[in-house]
């Protein structure tokens, strides 16, 4: 079972910055952090839990969700098993929870969140 732990999160200002963290571990026999391709999600309250960002296992293609382009950036780094999500210029709307998410041929594994809050 794939173990994912996120951290970074906190209270910032409008405008400020964040960089997340999703240290994975205990991965499938055989297999490395490469062979995953990983996320970032989001939920608010009261929303559905929607797709921020994803980087593939080969080639680190990104895909974003629009409200978030041109403003954070995924990245890993399969050395230290670590996928990254650099925040800049936050808004108030991006105030929610946020989960790292690990994908291995179809099976999903999941962070517990860290909360991110973007007010002045």
């Known amino acids: 079972q794939v173990q994912l732990v996120e951290s970074g999160g906190g209270l910032v200002q409008p405008g400020g910055s964040l960089r997340l963290s999703c240290a994975a571990s205990?991965?499938?026999?055989?297999?490395?952090?490469?062979?995953?391709?990983m996320s970032w999600y989001r939920q608010a309250p009261g929303k559905e839990r929607e797709l921020v960002a994803e980087i593939t296992r080969v080639g680190g293609n990104t895909n974003y969700a629009d409200s978030v382009k041109g403003r954070f950036t995924i990245s890993r780094d399969d050395a230290k098993n670590t996928v990254f999500l650099q925040m800049n210029g936050l808004k108030p709307e991006d105030t929610a929870v946020y989960y790292c998410?690990?994908?291995?041929?179809?099976?999903?594994?999941w962070g517990q969140g860290t909360q991110v809050t973007v007010s002045s």
């Open positions: 998410k690990a994908l291995w041929y179809g099976v999903q594994y």
């Open positions: 205990r991965f499938t026999s055989g297999f490395t952090f490469s062979s995953y391709a």
